[in-house]
């Protein structure tokens, strides 16, 4: 069975950076689209990036665009999110699912087959 761990997370001050990796085990992520979520606490999961399992397609929720990077490398059946000039308010538990197929809603949090345990992101001074 399909498992997916993230790493990366951390306290980060306001204008810094952190790169998530989701690596999955147990099968391989080739096939999967794969989605980058985040909830706050006393907030609904929100979708901050999704890619297709080529990596030729790639979607951004709009307060993420030109701050985040999503990217796979299906060698290391690992798919990451570069996350650059942070603010207090990316402040989340990130989360890394796997659907079968890409899709246009991919940022919904719905379809999606296994989802990883999370990793907390603090963004303070």
């Known amino acids: 069975q399909l498992q997916l761990v993230e790493s990366g997370g951390g306290l980060v001050q306001p204008g810094g950076s952190l790169r998530l990796s989701c690596v999955g085990s147990?099968?391989?992520?080739?096939?999967?689209?794969i989605g980058w979520f985040r909830q706050a606490p006393g907030k609904e999961r929100e979708g901050v990036s999704c890619i297709s399992s080529s990596g030729g397609a790639t979607k951004y929720a709009d307060s993420m665009k030109g701050r985040f990077t999503i990217s796979r490398d299906n060698a290391k059946n690992t798919v990451y999110l570069q996350m650059n000039s942070l603010k207090p308010e990316d402040t989340a538990v990130y989360y890394c699912?796997?659907?079968?197929?890409?899709?246009?809603?991919?940022?919904?949090?719905?379809?999606?087959?296994?989802w990883g345990q999370g990793t907390q992101v603090t963004v303070s001074s």
């Open positions: 699912a796997v659907r079968v197929s890409y899709s246009i809603n991919c940022l919904r949090p719905y379809n999606y087959n296994y």
């Open positions: 147990g099968s391989t992520l080739d096939y999967y689209a």
